[in-house]
């Protein structure tokens, strides 16, 4: 059973940091791409960051390039995205995926979903 858990959200003023954090269990963490998606109050879930197995590779939305980072450490199965310089318009809930595909991953149709965390960023 693959369970993906995000911490690290919380409230903020625009132009802070936070730092969220996702836990992977249940699955070969290493052989797989990972990623972040937020969806906003009566919007779209959309895409955020992705990164690829190895942590070689990494892929931004326009909308946070530049401010946000991702990362992974394998050896102890987490990912994380740094998130600086925010902006009201970042206020979301957070979701970590993960999926063997990395083009599925970026679809938003990854094999698996956290429950999410919340960001409000207050102006």
């Known amino acids: 059973q693959v369970q993906l858990v995000e911490s690290g959200g919380g409230l903020v003023q625009a132009g802070g940091s936070l730092r969220l954090s996702c836990a992977a269990s249940?699955?070969?963490?290493?052989?797989?791409?990972m990623g972040w998606f937020r969806q906003a109050p009566g919007k779209e879930r959309e895409f955020v960051a992705r990164?690829?197995?190895?942590?070689?590779?990494?892929d931004y939305a326009d909308s946070v390039e530049g401010r946000f980072t991702i990362s992974r450490d394998n050896a102890k199965n987490m990912i994380y995205l740094q998130m600086n310089s925010l902006k009201p318009e970042d206020t979301a809930v957070y979701y970590c995926?993960?999926?063997?595909?990395?083009?599925?991953?970026?679809?938003?149709?990854?094999?698996?979903w956290g429950k999410g965390t919340l960001v409000t960023v207050s102006s």
């Open positions: 995926t993960m999926d063997r595909n990395t083009i599925v991953l970026r679809q938003g149709r990854g094999a698996y």
């Open positions: 249940g699955r070969t963490f290493g052989s797989y791409a």
């Open positions: 990164i690829s197995w190895s942590g070689g590779t990494t």
